[in-house]
T-cell receptor
């Protein structure tokens, strides 16, 4: 019930391509779905987040698509750059409670 | 506004010693969370604290681990009698009072047990 499943585990995309990372959750009580970006040796950085009353949110080159009925959400990175190469984590929570993280996706953007 | 601060950034302990990790939340943030990240793995929740209260410790191992967030000063995660399996990155996150779930992470403390 508390799990968040993330795929793929790793992803390689050419510069300018649109990597897509998918997550699925089980607990319908979750009401906040953030994405974090983590570079090696650094802490996770909050990238973008969405609430279930919205189906899509864009911030710069990053877009979250949210499908409440399917209990799925995804991250799209437009015009990807080598500097976007990092590990991306989806997560879910309810209110001020703990974040439940997906397993992470190691993204590589080739020049 | 300074971000979440953690110290030390790297900590080496021999088996059996104690490790003490500190976290200062962002200004105006009253919620503190600790997460552990094993090498090549995701982040696992350990404990959620508010000032002087443990709200949720469901992810904390029952033995050797403790956490506090006193009225004054940083939050402390204490690991007694460390073992090799405790080697990991420990991250602290904070969120604002009245927020809607957003958590901001510190740079982490990388614990190595030799």
């Amino acid at each position: 019930q508390q799990q968040v499943k993330q795929s793929p585990q790793s992803l390689i995309v050419q510069k300018g391509g649109i990597p897509i990372i998918n997550c699925a959750y089980e607990n319908t009580a979750f009401d906040y779905f953030p994405w974090y970006q983590q570079f090696p040796g650094k802490g996770p950085a909050l990238l973008i987040a969405i609430r279930p009353d919205v189906s899509e949110k864009k911030e710069g080159r990053f877009t979250i698509s949210f499908n409440k009925s399917a209990k799925q959400f995804s991250l799209h990175i437009m015009d990807s750059q080598p500097g976007d190469s990092a590990t991306y984590f989806c997560a879910a929570t309810r209110g001020a409670q703990k974040l439940v993280f997906g397993q992470g996706t190691r993204l590589t953007i080739n020049p | 506004n300074a971000g979440v601060m953690q110290n030390p950034r790297h900590l080496v302990r021999r088996r059996g010693q104690e490790a003490r990790l500190r976290c200062s939340p962002m200004k105006g943030h009253s919620h503190v969370y600790w997460y552990r990240q094993l090498p090549e793995e995701g982040l696992k929740f350990m404990v959620y604290l508010q000032k002087e209260n443990i709200i949720d410790e469901s992810g904390m191992p029952k033995e050797r681990f403790s956490a506090e967030f006193p009225k004054e000063g940083p939050s402390i995660l204490r690991i007694q009698q460390v073992v090799r399996g405790d080697s990991a990155a420990y991250f602290c996150a904070s969120s604002p009072t009245g927020g809607f779930g957003e958590q901001y992470f510190g740079p982490g403390t990388r614990l190595t047990v030799t």
